[in-house]
């Protein structure tokens, strides 16, 4: 069969290019979010805990990857910043004095957490799903 058919598809998708300028606004937003969300956790329905602040944190990383991989197609950004989400989380299970010190600090703390928890993996997802989908709108949208 000569030409293209309905079944040839692209090897990667369409792709646009970030705004980096953008991105540093709204990963500054996401961090104070983020921090307000451990601040101030009243202002978040206490059935949800610490995890609104795990899933901000998680869109962080999707902002973060994108920041630095901006022509990157946004499934791969999320598959990205999901594998580094997850791997921060696991390494938790690693409890070496050293790495514990690091952790005690508040950047530590705040970067690489500190006790493994299966709910946190849930709430990543949720971060980075939420960031895909903005990603996703915005480009359909401004077509950047």
């Keep these: 069969m000569s030409g293209r058919d309905?079944?040839?598809v692209p090897r990667t998708a369409p792709t646009h290019r970030r705004?980096?300028?953008?991105?540093?606004?709204?990963?500054a937003v996401v961090i104070a979010a983020g921090l307000a969300s451990r601040k101030f956790p009243w202002q978040f329905p206490a059935v949800l805990g610490t995890h609104p602040g795990d899933a901000l944190w998680a869109l962080m990383v999707y902002m973060l990857v994108a920041f630095f991989r901006p022509a990157v197609a946004a499934p791969r950004l999320a598959g990205m910043a999901l594998a580094v989400a997850y791997l921060v989380e696991f390494s938790q299970l690693y409890q070496?004095?050293?790495?514990?010190?690091?952790?005690?600090?508040?950047?530590g703390h705040l970067v690489l957490g500190t006790g493994f928890?299966?709910?946190d993996l849930c709430a990543y997802a949720v971060g980075v799903a939420f960031?895909?989908?903005v990603d996703r709108a915005v480009s359909r949208c401004c077509g950047t």
């Design 96 to 107: 070496a004095p050293w790495i514990n010190a690091i952790r005690a600090t508040t950047l």
């Design 19 to 27: 705004n980096r300028l953008w991105l540093a606004v709204g990963i």
């Design 6 to 8: 309905c079944f040839d």
């Design 131 to 133: 960031g895909l989908l």
């Design 117 to 119: 928890e299966w709910l």
